[in-house]
C-alpha cells in the first residue's frame, strides 16, 4: 500500500536505475489488464482514453484485444497535441494497423461515444491516471457522465477516472467501475470509506518492476493476506501446556451487560489462551460464573486478589461492557500502572479516557486500543467524517503522539503502531451486531498473551475475526459474535495449514 508520490517514485527508480524502459512497464501494464477481463464471454469493447500515459494504457491493450480477434473501438478524448511520448507511440501503432481511434472534442462527438457504450459488453476506462491534480470540467465530465450511465461493464485502469489515488476524493465526477486493475501497489485513496463504489473489485497487478525499487521507496504499509497471517501463526510445540499459552484476564461487565464481558472471554479462551480469568463487580460474579464453563472469575472489589491477577497476567484486557464512570477510568489507570506486559483497552475503557490521555504515558506495559469510528471521535476531538475521510492518518498520529498500537474498527480496519501500518481486508456486514468488537478484543488478549508482539497480536485477531466472518456468510444471512466464537479455532487451524 503506497502514497501516489511513493508510485511514483518507485517508477522513476525502475526506468533510470534498472534502466526498464518506460513503454516495457506500459506494456506490461496493459497485459495485466488483459489478464483480467473475461475473454470467454466477451468480445466487444469501447476504449477510452485521454493523451497521457493512463490513454497510453488503453491503446496498447485495444492493440492486445484487436490482435485477439475482439471487436473494439477506440476514442481519444481531447487531441492528439501534447500526447505523453509513450501514448503517441502506442497510438500511432493503432494508426498503422489501421484500427480507427475516434476523437471526441464537442457534445456532437458524444453521440458516437454513447452508442458504442451501449453496444460494447466492456468498456475500458484510460482517461485519467494518478496524475489528476484538478476537478473535472467540460467534455471529460460528459465522457464520466456517459459512462457512468450507460456501461454494462467498466473496467478502470491503475485508478477510476477522476479519482485521488491519496485521498480517496472525488475531483468533480469519477468513473464507477465494476473494477480496477491496479499497478504494483494498492493505493492509499481506496481505504476511505465508500471508495468501493467507484473502484469495484481492485485487483493488484506486479507490473514487472524490480522487488529492489519497490523496497528503495515503499513504506512499512502493506495489506495482509493469508499468507502474511501462515507465516506469522506459531505452531505448538506437542509437549505445550497451558502455561506455555498466556495468562489472560479480562475486566468487564456491568448490571444489564454481562454479555460484552462473557463474549470477550469466550474470545480469549476459543483462540487459543492457556487460562483466561473475567474480572468483574460482585453482583453479576454469579450470572458470569455459571455461564463460563473455561474460564474462571474473580471480584473487581477484591483489591489483593485484583492486583495479583494484573501482575501474573500475560495480557489485560478491559472495558468491554463496564460503563463509563469514574470506576472504569480508575481501574484503567490501575491497570498500566500496574501491567508490565500487555494490555488492550476497548470500549468504555476507551470512552473514559476522553480528556485523560495523558494515563496513557510513561507506562511500563504495551497498549492496543480498539475503537470505533465514534470512539476514536471521543478521544481524538476530530468528527465522525473527518476521521473516514483520514482514517490512516488519525490512526498514526494518534499512537505515534501515545506510544500505543491503535486497531481502528470499520471497513478495511486499520492496525498501525504509529510508523507502521496493516489493513485488515477481511470481514463483511454480515457481521454488522452487537458483541463483534468484544469477541475480538479478547482474540487480540489472547494471542498477546501467547507470546506475539502487540501489533502482530492485532493484526493476526483482527484477519482471523473477520476471515471466520466471511468463511459463515458464505451460508448465513447475518453471523453473530457467538458464531464467531464457535468457529474461530476451525479459522486459525486452517490459516496455519
Known sequence: MASIETCRKIDECAISEFKIPSIVLMENAALKVVKNIDLENCHSFCIICAKGNNGGDGFVIARHLYNLDKKVHVFLVGKEEGMSDECSINYNILKNLHISVDNVNSLKDMLSLRESIKESQIVIDGIFGTGLSRNIRGIQDSVISSINENSKYTVSIDVPSGFNGDTGEIMGNCVKADKTVTFQLYKQGFLRYGSDEYTGEVVVENIGIPEMAVQKFIEPRFIMDKSYIKNKLKKRNKLGHKGDYGRVLILGGSQGFTGAAYICAQGAVRSGAGLVTL??????????????????????????????????????????????????????????????????????????????????????????????????????????????????????????????????????????????????PMGNSSMASGGMGDCLTGIIASFAAQKYCPFEAACIAAFVHGYSGEKLSRDMFCVNASHILEQLPFSIKELMQ
Not at 495480557?315 to 481501574?331: Q, R
Not at 490512516?392 to 470499520?410: C, H, P, S, Y
Open 279 to 424: 474480572g468483574c463487580h460482585k453482583d453479576i460474579q454469579p450470572i458470569l460464573s455459571s455461564k463460563l464453563v473455561e474460564g474462571m472469575t474473580i471480584q473487581l472489589e477484591n483489591d489483593l486478589n485484583l492486583k495479583k491477577a494484573i501482575e501474573k497476567s500475560d495480557a489485560v484486557a478491559i472495558g468491554p461492557g463496564m460503563g463509563t464512570g469514574d470506576s472504569t477510568l480508575n481501574l484503567v489507570d490501575e491497570v498500566l500502572g500496574i501491567s508490565r506486559k500487555n494490555v488492550v483497552i476497548d470500549a468504555d475503557g476507551i470512552n473514559v479516557l476522553k480528556g485523560n490521555l495523558h494515563i496513557l504515558k510513561g507506562r511500563k506495559c504495551k497498549v492496543i486500543l480498539t475503537p470505533h469510528l465514534g470512539e476514536m471521535s471521543r478521544i481524538t476531538g476530530f468528527d465522525i467524517e473527518y476521521i473516514e475521510k483520514n482514517r490512516l492518518k488519525v490512526a498514526r498520529d494518534f499512537a505515534a503522539e501515545n506510544e500505543v498500537i491503535v486497531l481502528l474498527k470499520g471497513y478495511n480496519t486499520i492496525i498501525t503502531d504509529g510508523n507502521a501500518a496493516a489493513v485488515n
